[in-house]
């Protein structure tokens, strides 16, 4: 039971520690007071364990070449507990333009408004490319596990990009949860590769 006990009170110091430490922080503060009186109330662990990797906001978007897996991952990652908002299309166009889309979801993301982003289009690429326009941007069409998580623990990838036409649906669940539970590393060698790509003279030891 001591041990219980110390692991939640260990918890709720890391959660008030991240948060106040975080500048740019969007973790909900409701979600962080009810993740800290939950551990406090001593309820049961599962849950904190549950909501620790939950809180997450995430934005996603696509035309019509990436509808519907944007529909299919919105749903799953909703029931995962991630706060989802949709920058679009809200409904199947086959006329429609990524950037549209893409666009205000990147912006979103260099402003922080959401965590991280997930463009789809039919191939993935043109959404990469619109999304790269956005001053703090970091985004890449995805194929692989590996590139999935390694994107965001050396490049600090904030928007992942799918071919709705390219990926099925189960391994674009698993890319994205790869990438949503990557962070950065903040190496040192990360950091000044970062600062040579990037021209906008963002503090990448403070970029999240
Ligand atoms: C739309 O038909 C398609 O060109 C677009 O979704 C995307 O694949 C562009 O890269």
Redesign the pocket.
């Known amino acids: 039971m001591r041990f219980f006990a110390k692991l939640i009170v260990f918890r709720a110091i890391i959660h008030c520690k991240s948060y106040l430490l975080s500048k740019n922080s969007h973790h909900n503060i409701f979600n962080l007071l009810r993740q800290i009186s939950l551990n406090l109330s001593g309820q049961l662990i599962v849950p904190v364990l549950y909501l620790d990797s939950k809180i997450m906001k995430i934005g996603i978007a696509s035309?019509?070449?990436?509808f519907e897996l944007k529909q299919e991952l919105k749903q799953r990652l909703s029931s995962l507990n991630y706060t989802i908002v949709d920058f679009g299309n809200d409904n199947f166009d086959p006329q429609d333009d990524?950037p549209d889309y893409v666009v205000p979801l990147a912006k979103a993301v260099a402003n922080h408004e959401v965590e991280r982003g997930i463009a789809v289009?039919?191939?993935?690429?043109?959404?990469s490319i619109a999304a790269n326009k956005i001053t703090g941007v970091r985004a890449a069409l995805i194929n692989d596990h590996f590139a999935a998580h390694q994107g965001v623990e050396d490049d600090n990838m904030n928007v992942i990009c799918l071919?709705?036409?390219i990926t099925g649906t189960e391994t674009a669940f698993e890319l994205v949860q790869a990438f949503l539970n990557a962070k950065f590393t903040f190496g040192e060698r990360h950091l000044r590769r970062l600062g040579k790509a990037d021209p906008s003279g963002i503090d990448f030891t403070k970029e999240r």
């Not at 035309?63 to 990436?66: C, L, S």
């Not at 289009?121 to 959404?127: D, F, M, Q």
């Open positions: 035309d019509h070449g990436g990524y289009c039919g191939s993935g690429v043109g959404a071919g709705g036409r």
